[in-house]
């Protein structure tokens, strides 16, 4: 079955730190670009990070442009999302997303049940 | 960034309705569109990539159209199970954005 599986997610006060990862299986993971798109409660979805097939092409929102750095281990099917510097307007429900493509830019067509990551004091 | 404008943002129709929702983007991206459909707490379902082909296991009720600035999501003969919220998204240029969504209620 391919499937993809976020953890890391939980509860951080403002100015700290967090790591989201994201398990791959079902497919060849280095094939494919990957996403991490989030959904603030109740508000549509965001596009947060984008990274291709090595690594090669790497690109983030420009809210997130600084403090979050997308990374894949090929040899571990694995994602990462490092978040730096977390916000309160960070808290939302983080997926991860497999691109059609291999260079990304393309559709995410398997999306992971998402992580819930809540930026409080 | 390219910015993408669905309308209408909700909807209210019966089972048998066919159902239009159109996405307009802020400069013309070919055909470089996608849509989505989110059921209530679930994760999004990629519906249609390229503006017009289904994704694999997509009912043929659903079909999407357009090129350039204008694209239009069409589902034929509405069903229980299409209730939800719809996205349109743009990969014509990064950073990738998504419309504000379409609330689907039957």
């Known amino acids: 079955e391919v499937q993809l599986v976020e953890s890391g997610g939980g509860l951080v006060q403002p100015g700290r730190s967090l790591r989201l990862s994201c398990e791959a299986s079902g497919f060849t993971f280095d094939d494919h670009a990957i996403h991490w798109v989030r959904q603030a409660p109740g508000k549509g979805l965001e596009w947060v990070s984008g990274?291709?097939?090595?690594?090669?092409?790497?690109d983030y929102a420009d809210s997130v442009m600084g403090r979050f750095t997308i990374s894949r281990d090929n040899a571990k099917n694995s994602l990462y999302l490092q978040m730096n510097s977390l916000r309160t307007e960070d808290t939302a429900l983080y997926y991860c997303?497999?691109?059609?493509?291999?260079?990304?830019?393309?559709?995410?067509?398997?999306w992971g049940q998402g992580t819930m990551v809540t930026v409080s004091s | 960034d390219i910015q993408m404008t669905q309308s209408p943002s909700s909807l209210s129709a019966s089972v048998g309705d066919t159902v239009i929702i159109s996405c307009q983007a802020s400069q013309d991206m070919s055909d470089y569109l996608n849509w989505y459909h989110q059921k209530p707490g679930r994760a999004p379902k990629l519906l249609i990539f390229?503006?017009?082909k289904l994704n694999t296991g997509v009912p043929s009720r659903f079909h999407g159209s357009g090129s350039g600035t204008g694209f239009t999501l069409t589902i034929s003969s509405l069903q229980p199970e299409d209730l939800g919220t719809y996205y349109c998204?743009?990969?014509?240029?990064?950073?990738?954005?998504f419309g504000g969504g379409t609330k689907v209620e039957i």
């Open positions: 997303a497999k691109d059609r493509a291999a260079a990304g830019g393309g559709a995410f067509d398997i």
């Open positions: 390229d503006a017009s």
């Open positions: 998204q743009q990969y014509d240029s990064l950073p990738l954005t």
């Open positions: 990274i291709s097939w090595n690594s090669g092409i790497i």
